[in-house]
């Protein structure tokens, strides 16, 4: 039984203070709960849906930016300081994640398996150094057990509340798969059974999933931080260098209407972003959602634009470009407000 389901505000005032436990376990170790059937399922899936689930999870990373916790934790990195270091960032994230989706995380040496432990890692070094001098189950912890399970919400908060949303699968059978999915990452990343979000069935994780859009995404992404916006910002601007329509604006109005926020943007959408917007839209959630031969195209799409990313030459090509850019903005992105 999750900790959510006990009780939210027990969720956060014990899990807030208590980091992953990195160094329990040094060997790789499934979970006995795991269903490998499921598991070997996820490659199939994840290519009749590739379009929609990258564009879930980079939706869900993004709209957890505003959670001051989230925020504090990323900003302190530095990693996303600037155009350049943000790129990289983003860019093996996308990359590790769907080395986890297409390859055997259950099998040492395999190389989606090797990812996973350069996450662990580096979130271990990441936790260490940001809670030296912190006392567990005292101080509000970087990296906490809350922290990871709001991350998980990240990756399939979309999915499992907005599945038509997004363009991808109603079938019950396809969401359970890729929950439990995401419950297996989850356990090899660390996180206890009593905070895995994504553990149980999917009745129970769809409530957990609302509790936390409803107590930890809705509000916050309504205060609407000027920090957190510009990071947001700075994340499109490096991902539309090699994905078209990574805009802004475009994000901010996606969240807006799928999560119903039924108040005014704080940002203005210009004539062409209303636009495209619609277009793009339609193109989701009409003609991916609904032919598989759509499906089939913006997915080949989504995997060539994978494949050249893979050159070095490439992605300097593009660090370059953005370097230039964030000299002629001194590493700033303005966010334009009302």
Partial sequence: MSLIDESYAKFHSIGSKLPIDYHREKNHHLPSWIDMDRIKKIRSLYD??????????????????????????????????????????????????????VNKIWLKNDIAYETLNIVKNMHANVSDKQNEGKMPNKDTMSISCVDMTLTQWAFVGFLVLYPKEIGFSLRKEDIETIVHFWAVI?????????????????????????????????????????????MVERILVSYNQYIIGSRFTLFIKFVFDTIQIEKPMPITMNRMDAFFYRMFMYLLQNLYFNYAIIRFLINQYNELVIFIMKSKMVRRFIANRLQKMDLQSNGNIRVVMD
């Fill in 48 to 101: 009749r849906y590739s379009y929609s689930i990258v564009f879930s999870h980079l939706s869900g990373l993004l709209v957890l930016i505003f959670n001051p916790s989230i925020y504090k934790t990323l900003n302190k990195t530095g990693k996303s300081k600037n155009l350049v270091t943000t790129f990289y960032r983003y860019y093996y994230t996308a990359f590790f994640v769907r080395e986890w989706y």
């Fill in 186 to 230: 989850g356990h090899l990343l660390g996180i206890e059974d009593e905070y895995n979000l994504c553990l149980g069935d999917l009745h129970t994780v769809r409530k957990r999933c609302q509790l936390i859009l409803d107590n930890d995404v809705r509000p916050h992404f309504l205060n609407y931080d000027h920090d957190s916006a510009t």
